[in-house]
């Protein structure tokens, strides 16, 4: 071989910067999805745990109300016709314990 120098032209050069960029381009998005998917992973993982905790607490609530002494209910109101019945009831039992009076009949 000769001492000279291969010339490399400046199309030839801008190709090789070109390719060579776009290797560094792709590397750089490998890097960023690799991130990305751990970052997703991580989250899931930690939604679980929460998922987890919360179910164990709801568990935790409904057995603290379910042993917790009940105060007792008010006493339901009754309705205007159901007042009306009870009161026709108690008078037609005074009514009918009253003494009745013999009906004279004419001689």
Sequence with gaps: ???????????????????????LNRAE???GWRTLTFGVRDLAHRAKIIAACASSAAVLVAALRATRPRPPAPPAKSSWFQRIFKAASLAYTIWSALPRKRSRQPP
Aim: proline share 8%; hydrophobic share 40%; charged share 30%.
């Design 29 to 31: 998005l490998a890097e």
């Design 1 to 23: 071989m000769s001492g000279k120098t291969p010339q490399v032209s400046p199309l030839e050069l801008r190709k090789r910067l070109l390719i060579a960029e776009s290797e």
